[in-house]
């Protein structure tokens, strides 16, 4: 799993945010401000929100329109499925499952179709980790 994740975290610039909330106290908020800090893009996927962190909020993955190198998903278990098809979709390279959200099914589709898949770990300390080894 570490040389997955560092594969992803070393050719990821772009991440989509899928259930990125505006409210600074929510973690998702925290996560994806923290990985902007460290110079990646965030893209915020919500469809109740206009921007979030500067950037401009989307309703959904398929309406962003440009690549997406890794997908991080904020969502219910039972969301993830759905939404990895729809990464699978836009040609998303990676997909990130946050820390407590697993779904065994989300985890069959990214594989089959290719895509790094990891899933219950926290993005922003795993960065930590990855880059003060």
């Not at 990985?35 to 962003?64: C, D, H, T, W």
């Not at 499925?81 to 699978?88: L, P, T, Y």
Request: charged share 20%; with cysteine.
């Amino acid at each position: 799993m570490d040389l997955i994740i560092s594969e992803i975290l070393n050719t990821t610039k772009t991440i989509a945010v899928v259930g990125l909330s505006a409210n600074p106290e929510r973690p998702s908020h925290d996560v994806a401000y923290f990985m902007q800090r460290n110079g990646f893009r965030i893209i915020p996927v919500n469809p109740n929100e206009v921007m979030i962190l500067g950037e401009k909020s989307y309703p959904n993955l398929s309406a962003i329109p440009f690549e997406v190198d890794l997908v991080n998903i904020f969502r219910k278990p039972q969301d993830c499925a759905e939404i990895v098809s729809e990464a699978v979709h836009i040609k998303a390279k990676h997909v990130w499952l946050q820390l407590g959200v697993v779904n065994q099914e989300a985890q069959e589709i990214a594989t089959n179709a290719g895509i790094n898949f990891v899933m219950n770990r926290c993005l922003k300390i795993d960065y930590f980790h990855l880059k003060n080894a």
